[in-house]
């Protein structure tokens, strides 16, 4: 193999691992929202259940309310009642009186089933903040694995970077330009080998004259099909 093409093996090695690391980074942010994501669908789960919950006990109020407007009502009839003289108004008291007594006996019945609404509303509020504790907990973890994996990726991305840009000095001849080329071209695949008389960049049948260029290892061979830098596979 030509050294030139050795060198170039590496440097696309540490080129590879710095396209591949930037590739994760770019990931992360989609990662993150992601992870935000879960945390709004409870977020709206903790707020509904919340405005379930002060309708619920505004019903109960309102039947408070209602009760009590009918308890004016009837302390302020029998007043009349008392200061009546007539017999027949006295007893058109006494059946309004039972009416509206009749009456707070059903909102006192609606009243209960009420009150049951609005613990099961409570119950179902404390279980959405329970769930959203529980995701804010995650998620800070996902946030700090994310982070924490960002430095990371970043610190090594630092190191290859510094790493390759040694390696690129130190590649002898003059194809450092055409390997840059094609790197940016070609998906990241700049070299390839080569394996029964095919390139491994884009799978084609070389030319038997390329074939034996790469098999020989004495210059430089490219398919002519896509450009790229062959190498005999072993
Ligand atoms: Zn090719």
Redesign the pocket.
């Known amino acids: 193999m030509l050294d030139e093409v050795r060198a170039l093996l590496i440097l696309q090695d540490r080129d590879r691992r710095l396209l591949a690391l930037v590739k994760e980074l770019e990931k992360l942010p989609q990662d993150e929202a992601r992870a935000k994501t879960k945390l709004a669908g409870d977020e709206t789960a903790v707020t509904k259940s919340h405005d379930t919950l002060l309708a619920a006990e505004l019903k109960v109020k309102k039947i408070e309310l209602d009760t009590e407007t009918r308890r004016t009502t009837i302390k302020r009839l029998k007043v009349q009642q008392f200061e009546t003289r007539k017999n027949d108004e006295y007893q058109a008291f006494s059946h309004e009186i039972v009416r509206y007594e009749k009456e707070i006996d059903g909102l006192e019945t609606l009243e209960l089933q009420a009150m049951e609404a609005v613990d099961k509303c409570r119950e179902i509020h404390n279980a959405a903040k329970a769930a959203l504790a529980h995701t804010q907990k995650l998620i800070r973890e996902d946030l700090d694995s994310i982070a924490q994996r960002q430095q990371r990726m970043q610190a090594e991305h630092a190191e290859v970077a510094a790493e390759r840009a040694t390696l690129a000095t130190q590649v002898p001849g003059s194809a450092l330009p055409l390997y840059e080329r094609l790197m940016r071209t070609k998906l990241g695949l700049a070299v ?1 080998p080569m394996a029964e008389s095919r ?1 491994g ?2 799978h ?1 049948k070389v030319i038997a004259s390329t074939a034996i260029k790469a098999q020989a290892g004495q210059e430089l061979a490219q ?1 002519e ?2 450009g ?1 830098i062959l190498y005999m596979a072993d």
């Open positions: 390839a390139c960049g884009c084609m398919c099909n896509c790229r």
